[in-house]
Structure formats: C-alpha cells, structure tokens
C-alpha cells in the first residue's frame, strides 16, 4: 500500500509540473491570463477531494475509478502552487538582470533558459514540494474509490474500530510526507546555497533512483503486465461470451460485510475458472455510478437501499414488493440485473450501549423514547439524508431530541457511542461491531424501516452468464452466519478473504 501510495503522489505530482511549469511561464508572459487561471486553480483546491472523486468517475477517458481517478484529482488539486510559485519566482527576479541579458544579446528563450529559470528555480521547486505533501496527505482518501494506498488502512480501521490499522495508515503516510519534504527541502536549499550543477544532478539521481528500486522492488510493473495480458486475453477471444472467456470486475461498498459478500462472490467464480478483478471499498454513491459507467460488472446491494435511497420511492415494509418493483425498475431505468435474495437482510439498527438498556430494561424503541429527550444522537450521512432514515424516523416514532443529531461518518459513530460521546446510533443489524463493543439493538416494533435484503446488481452484459452463479447463492447466506462472519472480521481482526473462503469451504462439504 506504500508502495500504491508513492506511485500515486509521483504521477500526480509529475503531471501537475509537467502542466503547472509551463503555464506558470506563460502566465508571466501574457499576465491577463493570470488571473483567469489562478483563480480555476484556487477553485480546483477549495472542492472537497471526496467530491472531486465522484464527479470524475462518470467522465470518459480520464474518470472511472481506481488510481488513474485519483492521480487527475491530485494533479488539480497540485496545480495551484506549482502555477502561483512558478509565476512568483520568475516575476521576482531583479528587471535589471534581464535588461542585462538582452543587452547581451539573448534572446527571450535564452532569457528564459538560462536566466530566469535558475535563477527561480528554488522558489519553484518550494511549489513542487507543497504540492507532494498536499498531495500525499490527499492521496489518502483516493482509497474511497479503489485506488489503493495508505487510506485504505485508515478506512478499515473506521470501520472494524481497530486502531492500530489506524496508525498504521496514518504513521506511514505522515513519515512518507515527512521523507518526501525533507527530500524536496534538501534539493531546494542546493539551490539557495548555489551548489554546483553535477552536485544537484546526483542528488536528483539518487531521489529518482530511490523510487524506482521502491516500485520495482515492491512488484508493481508486473501488476501492469497482468493487466496487459487480461486485455490482450480479451481482445483476442472476442467472440467467446462463455463466463470463463470474462475478466469479471467485482466491487464493494466500503464496510466490512458488503466487502465479505464481494469476496464470496469473487472466490465464488474463481473456483469456476473465471478471472475476477476485485474492486472493493468504494465510498459513497461510488458502486452504483461505476456499474453505470461500466467500471465494475457486479456488486452487493440492499433492496431497501435501492428501493429508497437510488429510486427515490417512499419506503415500504413488504419484503417481496420491495424485491419486485426494485428488480422491474432497476432493468427499466438502469439495464442493470438484480439477483435473487442471499438469504438475509440487513436492517437499520437502532443502537444504544448494552449497560444503558440492561440498566434502563430498553427492549424497543418505543421504550427509548420518553428517556432520550437529554440524549446526542448521531447518525451517518446515509441516515441523514435518505426517506427511510432520520426524519422518517423521528416522526414514526416521535422523538424529540434536545440537540441536533450530530451527523458523521457511520464508522466513526460506533466509537463515539462506545465512548459515551453518542447515546443513540443507526447501524447495521448484521454488524460484527454490536457484539464485540457491547451495543444493543433496539426493536423496531413500530416497524418503520423497509426491508434490506441482500442482492447482487450486475451489468446486463454479464448477468445471464452469472445466473448459475446467482442460482447457488440464493437464501446462501442466513442472518446468523452474516452476522458471524462480520464479527470474525470486526472482532477477531481477521480478513474477509479468509473468512470469504472458510464460508465457501464450509458450505461445499455440507
């Protein structure tokens, strides 16, 4: 993942200078345009990295997800010091020098060679290394779109409450920022204290050679080779539509059970010889955009999830009418394929600590809400925003909270109520974490939220050579055994591949 990370910050950081060094000259060539520019680049900075992210995605040739998403984000976001420190150093140098060169002779491109960019050549690379810092601390949240790197780290330990994936993926992305800008620092003094042009050339070679002994020696060539030679695997059978001739693309949102139902269904066709690309912890809305934009063929999906929250219906409780009109709409609206149910739903679960039930004797909640006047409630964004969650809710059930709900992201907010920061939080019922931090779940006995069976949305291209597939895992998967593999992930820190697999094996023996 480090080494995910440096590629990353090097080829956003590379195409940043590549058009930020360029356009900064031109820009103290033809000043009009300074301010035009600067100001899309100080725009560019002010978009949240996240949002940035998904308005890319559905982009042709430079969206869609995975690093390539996430090194045009960076370079945006790069742009702006490389652009302003470019046009501060060359517009900074003393008129009378260049009055001296043109008197010599020069020419403008002379000038400009010889004169202008050593002379500004510090202060344009202080841009350069605030845009790799900027860049390595962004970086991180291109996890969000399956770009890889240190974030990923970071995301997982929000959601299985594990801190020391937390430092793991914050240490080493503070130390990589650190080495990059004690690196970059220490190229930019050789520039102030005017050290010679062969001491600078090695500095340089030995930074460059550092990162690509990093990179080779990490293996990440060969993983563009294999990528190479599944597209060439394409190409050359394009008349074979048997399942095994398929790259399958398998994506995932970013918690742990949808991860785990990914990895089923990946080991699932691997075992029948198809060659599976796993896509897995995409944020957001990110899932349903990339199976739009055919940037993943498949991924786990709730019905009342789909039902609500992507066809905009109020919501309902029969569970075969959410199912039915969610598989018509989705293949009318979307052409996309919805598979049978898994066998399990995962409800919103109304969640408070276990010692305040046991104390308190909550069993529904109905029972909380005569006591939660006083209570902070939080909820996630999810929650916030959707027709089944918190308005709905708070009318259903007529809650009246003192404070406003503190809306945040939905891993965070199992911490917070586990420390006491939160009495009251929406999660998941089949979530590993209500066991493993003594939560309990509320009763829904006003029976509010719709149902949220497990399923399968595939793009339409590859869902009739999966239906044998979709077939062996329908009613799969029950309550019980979601809840424990969850657990197994959350609690026993294992992974979802391993726990993937022994599901899997577990059922091919019985």
């Known amino acids: 993942m480090t080494r995910e990370h440096i590629v990353i910050v090097l080829a956003a950081t590379g195409l940043a200078v590549i058009v930020g060094v360029p356009l900064g000259i031109l820009l103290t060539r033809i000043k009009p345009l300074q301010t035009p520019i600067l100001g899309f680049a100080n725009v560019m900075q002010t978009v949240p990295s996240l949002a940035l992210f998904g308005l890319l995605i559905p982009i042709p040739f430079i969206g869609g997800i995975g690093a390539q ?69 962004v970086a991180t949240v291109a996890a969000a779109i399956g770009a890889g790197g240190l974030g990923t780290y970071i995301f997982r330990g929000l959601r299985q409450n594990d801190n020391n994936l937390l430092i793991a993926g914050a240490l080493a992305s503070a130390l990589l920022a650190l080495l990059c800008d004690f690196a970059l620092g220490r190229i930019e003094k050789s520039y102030e204290i005017g050290e010679t042009r062969t001491g600078r050339r090695k500095l340089v070679i030995a930074g460059a050679a550092a990162v690509l002994v990093t990179i080779i020696g990490f293996g990440y060539l060969p993983n563009f080779r294999s990528e190479i030679s599944n597209f060439e695997s394409q190409i050359s059978n394009p008349e074979n539509d048997s399942l095994e001739s398929k790259r399958i693309v398998v994506g995932s949102k970013d918690f742990t059970e949808s991860v785990i139902l990914a990895e089923i269904l990946s080991q699932t066709l691997e075992k029948q010889g198809v060659a599976v690309e796993r896509q897995f912890e995409l944020g957001g809305n990110i899932p349903h955009e990339s199976l739009l934009s055919d940037q993943i063929d498949v991924y786990p999906e709730y019905t009342g999830t789909a039902y609500t929250a992507i066809l905009k219906h109020p919501p309902i409780t029969d569970p075969q009418v959410v199912y039915e009109k969610t598989k018509n709409e989705y293949a009318e609206k979307f052409g996309l394929a919805v598979s049978p149910p898994l066998g399990f739903a995962n409800d919103f679960a109304i969640l408070v600590r276990g010692d305040v039930a046991r104390k308190s004797n909550l069993k529904t909640i109905s029972d909380a809400v005569p006591i939660s006047r006083a209570w902070q409630a939080g909820f996630g964004q999810d929650f916030m925003s959707r027709a089944d969650g918190y308005a709905g809710f708070k009318k259903a059930y007529g809650f009246d909270f003192a404070r406003q709900p503190r809306e945040m992201d939905l891993s965070l907010t199992y911490r917070a109520l586990q420390s006491g920061e939160l009495d009251i939080i929406a999660g998941n019922s089949t979530d590993g974490l209500i066991s493993a931090l003594d939560l309990f779940q509320l009763e829904d006995d006003r029976k509010f939220f719709p149902p949220y069976q497990a399923v399968f949305i595939a793009r339409n291209e590859v869902s009739a050579s999966m239906k044998a597939v979709f077939e062996k895992l329908r009613n799969a998967i029950s309550t019980e055994e979601m809840r424990r593999m969850n657990y197994e992930v959350d609690g026993n820190k294992r992974t979802p591949r391993e726990v993937a697999g022994e599901w899997i094996n577990t059922k091919s023996s019985n």
């Open 69 to 137: 998403t996430a090194v045009i984000a960076l370079a945006l976001y790069a742009l702006l010091p490389v652009i302003r420190n470019t046009v501060t150093g060359i517009l900074g140098i003393d008129p009378n020098i260049r009055e001296a060169a043109a008197a010599m002779g020069m020419t403008d491109g002379q000038i400009l060679r010889m004169v202008e960019l050593p002379l500004a050549a510090s202060v344009i690379l202080t841009g350069i290394r605030v845009a790799v810092v900027i860049s390595v601390g």
